[in-house]
């Protein structure tokens, strides 16, 4: 199993991501870290580029390696690991709306945290609220 930590994307939470894959990759170090870049290319991180990124709440996260694939389909397309599950780290849009978790689902990569429906429930608050009566 490879664990593939994904954050970025670009929802304005980026920098919430950025810190959250902080955090995980202390804890998983021997994960793979990929950048969602906000135009939408993703990138290979480092652990240690990631580490070294002071202040991911006041300064955008630029990574040092060029992109590996042009968009994050054609990332997820061509998986270049073997039994891979994504931990998702991405906060706001995409990555909480359930687009990127339909994306996993469409191709059978698992991945944390909620599914498609859920999580497109749940990032509807006004929804959310009504349903939960």
Do not use: C, Y
Not at 65 to 87: G, H, K
Not at 102 to 115: D, K, N, Q, V, Y
Not at 124 to 132: F, P
């Amino acid at each position: 199993m490879t664990i593939i930590i994904l954050f970025g994307g670009n929802s304005d939470e980026r920098h919430v991501s950025v810190a959250s894959a902080q955090n995980i990759v202390r804890a998983l170090p021997n994960a793979l870290a990929w950048f969602w870049a906000p135009h939408g290319a993703v990138h290979d991180v480092a652990p240690g580029d990631l580490l070294a990124h002071q202040r991911p709440f006041e300064i955008d996260f630029l990574p040092a390696r060029p992109a590996i694939f042009p968009t994050l389909e054609q990332a997820l397309d061509t998986m270049p690991v073997e039994d891979p599950v994504v931990l998702l780290a991405l906060h706001g849009g995409e990555g909480e709306d359930g687009t990127v978790q339909a994306m996993l689902e469409r191709r059978g990569i698992p991945f944390t945290g909620s599914g498609t429906a859920a999580s497109a429930a749940a990032f509807d608050k006004e929804r959310a609220k009504r349903d939960r009566r």
